[in-house]
């Protein structure tokens, strides 16, 4: 197997000083290029606290976090701000979108942070995502004016401008209706398979968890089992 994308080694995370809890209990974990991978388990098991390490949102307490080859223990804010812009996506339960900007405005944002102004190739790029998610038509609505689908497939397009190799998707259907959160899972499968980008996705579907190439079982802050999937 190649070397792994995302390595985690003894990965706890304590929160509070007087009252100390500690929500994940010695994490091991690789992740690899292209890997489709469901992380399961019931409310307060750390799953959304092991998805904020992996993102470089937080520091563990304890273990290390290996990125790309690189060990973020000790990296400064603005190594990890740009390590973390650079390798990788997010999209999350609720979109995120900005309302008084167009669709094409809102997935073309991640270039304008990194870059800090428009550059030449940065519309072309973020409508031709557009196109691929099948909404190259909407590129001039206004966020607001997309239905709840649109808006996180648009959130998907968003998470891949900037080519990252691994997107941390947190609940990406939750909060749509049976058919808009089957269309958005089949489109996270589609951009996997296309552009060989690693997926680590939190749900409480089984049926999504399902489909996945690897399922992670989290419980009590420890992975509890690793599953993966036959090869077709």
Do not use: W
Request: hydrophobic residues 40%.
């Amino acid at each position: 197997m190649a070397e792994p994308l995302v390595l985690v080694e003894g990965v706890t995370k304590s929160f509070g000083r007087e009252v100390v809890t500690k929500v994940l209990h010695g994490v091991d974990l690789e992740l690899h290029p292209a890997e489709f991978t469901a992380l399961v388990g019931p409310s307060g098991s750390g799953k959304s606290t092991l998805l904020n390490l992996l993102g470089l949102l937080d520091r563990p307490t304890s273990g290390r976090i290996v990125l790309e080859g690189r060990d973020t223990t000790d990296l400064a804010e603005a190594e990890r701000t740009t390590l973390r812009g650079r390798s990788l996506g997010f999209v999350f339960q609720f979109h995120h979108l900005l309302p008084a900007f167009t669709a094409l405005e809102n997935v073309m944002m991640p270039m304008l942070a990194a870059r800090g102004r428009e550059e030449p190739g940065m519309r072309e790029r973020a409508f031709a995502l557009l196109e691929e998610i099948g909404l190259a038509d909407r590129a001039s609505y206004g966020a607001s004016k997309l239905s709840g689908g649109q808006q996180q497939r648009v959130a998907v397009a968003r998470a891949l401008v900037l080519d990252p190799p691994l997107v941390l998707a947190d609940e990406p259907t939750g909060n749509l209706d049976t058919e808009s959160g089957a269309q958005v899972f089949e489109l996270l499968r589609r951009v996997s398979e296309r552009h060989r980008t690693a997926f680590l996705v939190v749900t409480h579907d089984e049926r999504i968890a399902a489909r996945c190439d690897r399922v992670l079982t989290m419980v009590d802050g420890r992975i509890r089992s690793d599953v993966r999937r036959p090869a077709a």
